[in-house]
C-alpha cells in the first residue's frame, strides 16, 4: 500500500473549516484514499473515503487531485469535538483484507 | 444494533500472568481485525480473522500472542506470560465481506497495563 505524508499537527478555529493536506505521491490506480480520526482514548473513527472523485458525506468532503498524488480532508465547520488524530490511509479495496496502515497523522486542534 | 464491544476495558496484569482480551464485532459482521497502539504511537495492525479462521497474522509478535475467532462468541487476544512491553491498548475493528464496503468499525479498546 502507498505511503503517506502528513503535517503532525495543525490548529483551527472553532465554526471555520478545517482543511488537513495529505501526500500519496506513489498510490496506484487500484488504491482508495481513506481518513480516519481518533479522538483521544476512542478507537479510531471512520470519515470518508474515495478513488478519484471528490466525496462528500455528512462528516466531511474529500478533495483529490487529478493526478491523485495528494488530497485534502475539510470539516466544513470545525468543532471542539473535532480535535482528534486524522489519519490518512491508501489501501487496495480486496478480498484478501484490508487491514489498515496508520500513520502519524495530523494531530488537529481546534481552538473556541 | 450495537457497536463493536470489547471488554475488558482496563485489565491490569502482573508480568507472567495471562491476558484476555474479548471483541464482539458488529451484528452481521465476520471479520475481525486487531491493533495495538503503544503509547504516543499510532496503531499498528497485529491480526485479521474470519470465523474459525486467521487470514493474516503477519503483525502478531511470534511469540506469547495468539488469536481466535470461533464459530460461536467472541474473538480473543491472548497474551501469554505479558511483559511490561505489552502495555497498550488493544483495538478490535469487524467488518462485512463485502469488495464494495469495507469499512471498519471499531471498538473502544482494552488498555492493557503490566505492572
Known amino acids: 500500500d502507498a505511503k503517506t505524508t502528513q503535517p503532525p499537527s495543525m490548529d483551527c478555529a472553532e465554526g471555520r473549516a478545517a482543511n488537513l493536506p495529505c501526500n500519496h505521491s506513489?498510490?496506484?490506480?487500484?488504491?482508495?484514499v481513506y481518513w480516519y480520526r481518533q479522538i483521544h482514548s476512542q478507537g479510531p473513527q471512520y470519515i470518508i473515503h474515495?478513488?478519484?472523485n471528490n466525496e462528500t458525506n455528512e462528516m466531511a468532503s474529500l478533495i483529490i487531485t487529478e493526478d491523485r498524488k495528494s488530497s485534502t480532508l475539510i470539516l466544513p465547520h470545525a468543532t471542539l469535538r473535532d480535535t482528534a488524530v486524522y489519519y490518512c490511509?491508501?489501501?487496495?479495496?480486496?478480498?484478501?483484507?484490508?487491514?489498515?496502515?496508520f500513520g502519524g497523522g495530523t494531530r488537529l486542534m481546534v481552538k473556541p | 444494533n450495537a457497536g463493536v464491544m470489547q471488554n475488558p476495558r482496563h485489565l491490569v496484569r502482573r508480568r507472567g500472568q495471562e491476558a484476555r482480551l474479548r471483541c464482539s464485532p458488529m451484528?452481521?459482521?465476520?471479520?475481525v481485525y486487531w491493533y495495538r497502539q503503544l503509547p504516543e504511537e499510532g496503531l499498528k495492525f497485529m491480526v485479521y480473522?474470519?470465523?474459525?479462521?486467521?487470514?493474516?497474522e503477519s503483525g502478531m509478535p511470534k511469540e506469547r500472542f495468539s488469536a481466535e475467532f470461533p464459530k460461536e462468541g467472541p474473538s480473543i487476544l491472548r497474551i501469554q506470560q505479558v511483559v511490561r512491553g505489552d502495555s497498550a491498548a488493544y483495538f478490535c475493528?469487524?467488518?462485512?465481506?463485502?469488495?464494495?464496503?469495507?469499512?471498519?468499525?471499531f471498538g473502544p479498546g482494552t488498555r492493557l497495563t503490566v505492572l
Open positions: 490511509i491508501v489501501l487496495k479495496r480486496n478480498n484478501a483484507g484490508n487491514m489498515l496502515t
Open positions: 480473522l474470519q470465523k474459525e479462521n486467521i487470514i493474516d
Open positions: 475493528a469487524s467488518s462485512v465481506r463485502d469488495l464494495t464496503y469495507n469499512e471498519q468499525f
Open positions: 506513489t498510490i496506484s490506480g487500484n488504491e482508495y
Open positions: 474515495g478513488l478519484k
Open positions: 451484528k452481521g459482521h465476520s471479520h
